[in-house]
């Protein structure tokens, strides 16, 4: 029996920056989601909430969670589409298209998150130098929102709120369900190659050059200490030419249960950044792989996230052009070498796009580091944010819950503003509203 409220429920961000009290629904059927919608003043809504900023709920704020709309309403092989509802995870979704030699590739790295918070964060994966963001793929979106009801969006219809929505962050109304134009794909086994590189010019060719193929290009570099910094591979994923048959993946189960201290420290990171490196110098450099590694690269190593603990961790995620990259890392580690931070990750992969409004997405080098959250790395954090300006950098909303407005205005400048405009004329009571939201005073 579907419980239409749950009073008092603890929901926490993924990276453990917020937690707070919510009153929770999860509608069931189509009628039940406009009643709790009508009862309420405030809305957000939250899919599998792996967003690493709080963007599925909110101080006194009803959440919706859309688990329960799961299905996939229709589809058809010859035209290559799909509608399928919005709280379907990836991970089932695929499970059908597959089947059939089908699917999207712009596939963010877990594949518990759900369709609808895929669209609402306008997502992206490994291939974005070719394939892009997740919007390419959306053919239309049936919207329902607690003041205009049922709205089917697309590029012909209803077009000025489907850009508002795809990236939107869920801020103007229950996504419900989603088409899509589906692509071909003739095997699930991948080839992947990896090449040994000394720094962070070397990748950023490298990436530059092989993102031109129709294939997978992102590296893993070390920022352990200035010694190695930059030390790292190249890495290219390539789907096989043989076809194969695809088998369904398991149910995945949540396996993200933080340890009750931090495991990463300086000494641990480094260990284990010693390690990988030597286990990839002496292992083959082309080898067979497997999908679910390649498409959803931190199954099976939540424990990556688990060490770091009940306080969390910090995520940046920056767009910035390819000339800028290498003035912008000898600022960075200027700033490292001052401040000492302790990063887990760094990575670099290169993007396609335009970018409007709130979505993170550009022509630009894609650059991600992971850091442990303690006052020391925030600090070092306030340094970085302060070279946005100077190089013309474009931080990403969903995996950075340090966003202020100031932020937001200096680096999305007009599109910011832009959004900010055309959501209060679309909604003026502004019904759906998250912690982020807030915070960044949408």
């Known amino acids: 029996m579907n419980r239409l409220y749950t009073g008092g429920k603890k929901s926490i961000s993924f990276d453990k920056s917020f ?41 006194d704020s009803l959440s919706i969670n859309i688990k329960h709309f799961d299905r996939i309403i229709e589809f058809n092989k010859d035209k290559k589409i799909i509608t399928v509802e919005a709280g379907l995870t990836l991970i089932d979704f695929l499970n ?16 518990t998150i759900s369709i609808g918070g895929a669209v609402a964060a306008n997502v992206h994966g490994k291939s974005c130098a070719i394939h892009g963001t997740i919007r390419k793929s959306i053919e239309s979106i049936l919207l329902f929102h607690k003041n205009h009801g049922w709205l089917n969006l697309s590029e012909s219809e209803n077009k000025e709120i489907f850009d508002l929505t795809v990236g939107g962050l869920g801020l103007t109304g ?5 088409t899509f134009n589906l692509a071909n794909i003739e095997s699930s086994k991948f080839i992947t190659q990896k090449k040994e590189v000394d720094s962070i010019k070397d990748s950023k060719e ?15 570099n070390r920022a352990d200490n200035l010694k190695n910094f930059g030390k790292g591979f190249v890495y290219k994923n390539q789907i096989t030419e043989s076809p194969s048959t ?27 950044n010693t390690l990988y490196l030597k286990i990839n110098q002496l292992s083959k450099s082309k080898y067979k792989d497997d999908f679910l590694n390649v498409i959803f690269p ?9 060490f770091f603990g009940k306080k969390g961790f910090l995520e940046s995620q920056l767009l910035i052009d390819e000339t800028k990259l290498e003035p912008f890392i000898e600022e960075f580690k200027s700033l490292f070498q001052k401040y000492e931070p302790t990063i887990t990750l760094f990575s670099l992969k290169n993007m396609s796009g335009k970018q409007k409004f709130l979505r993170f ?24 944010d302060s070279l946005y300006i100077k190089y013309n950098i474009l931080p990403s909303i969903i995996k950075d819950s340090r ?11 007009d599109e910011f503003i832009k959004f900010k405009d055309q959501l209060y004329n679309f909604d003026k009571k502004r019904v759906y509203q998250s912690e982020m939201s807030n915070r960044m005073e949408i």
């Open 361 to 384: 997405e550009d022509d630009k080098i894609c650059l991600t580091f992971d850091l442990v959250n303690n006052k020391k790395n925030l600090l070092f954090m306030s340094k970085i």
């Open 298 to 306: 931190f199954y099976g190593k939540e424990n990556y996230f688990n």
């Open 19 to 59: 937690s707070t009290k919510i009153i929770f629904s999860e509608p069931d059927k189509y009628r039940l989601l406009e009643q709790v919608s009508q009862k309420s003043e405030k809305i957000i809504n939250m899919g599998a909430n792996l967003s690493y900023s709080p963007l599925g709920f909110c101080r």
């Open 174 to 178: 229950t996504i419900v369900s989603v």
């Open 403 to 413: 966003i202020s407005k100031e932020t937001l205005n200096n680096t999305y400048k």
């Open 206 to 220: 490298i990436i530059l050059n092989k993102s031109k193929d129709l294939s997978f290009i992102y590296t893993w």
């Open 96 to 111: 059908f298209t597959l089947k059939h030699n089908l699917w999207i590739p712009q596939l963010p790295g877990y594949p």
């Open 246 to 272: 695809f088998e369904n993946f398991k149910e995945v189960k949540n396996k993200f249960k933080p340890f009750l201290i931090p495991l990463w420290n300086k000494y641990s990171i480094n260990i284990v």
